[in-house]
């Protein structure tokens, strides 16, 4: 079993700056990659960032060079700097693990998320 837990997600006015947080646990045996989406009401579900366990990036066009993804691969934990925030911003974003876990006794690679943290940026 893995578990992420999010956190980081609020209120914040245009051109703030905030920071999401994902920590996996549970039975993991490695961390392929970790990464965000988001998902506004109405809209399919958008590709943010990703970070491999090696520290390779990939950001999707509408938040490069605002966002910035980073890792604690000892704790495994990612996160998501998000500066010169826009309302088009405003979503539930979600962390996204492809991991390697042992539950139980047999290894299977999958894909978890976290349960969305509301981000809304609004004055």
């Known amino acids: 079993q893995v578990q992420l837990v999010e956190s980081g997600g609020g209120l914040v006015q245009p051109g703030g700056s905030l920071r999401l947080s994902c920590a996996a646990s549970?039975?993991?045996?490695?961390?392929?990659?970790m990464g965000w989406y988001r998902q506004a009401p109405g809209k399919e579900r958008e590709f943010v960032a990703r970070i491999t366990s090696g520290g390779s990036t990939n950001y999707g066009d509408s938040v490069k060079g605002r966002f910035t993804i980073s890792r604690d691969n000892a704790r495994n934990t990612v996160y998501l700097q998000m500066n010169s925030l826009k309302p088009e911003d405003t979503a539930v974003y979600y962390c996204?693990?492809?991991?390697?876990?042992?539950?139980?006794?047999?290894?299977?690679?999958?894909?978890?998320w976290g349960q969305g943290t509301q981000v809304t940026v609004s004055s």
């Open positions: 549970g039975s993991i045996f490695s961390i392929n990659a």
């Open positions: 996204n693990v492809d991991a390697v876990s042992i539950s139980p006794g047999v290894r299977r690679r999958s894909e978890y």
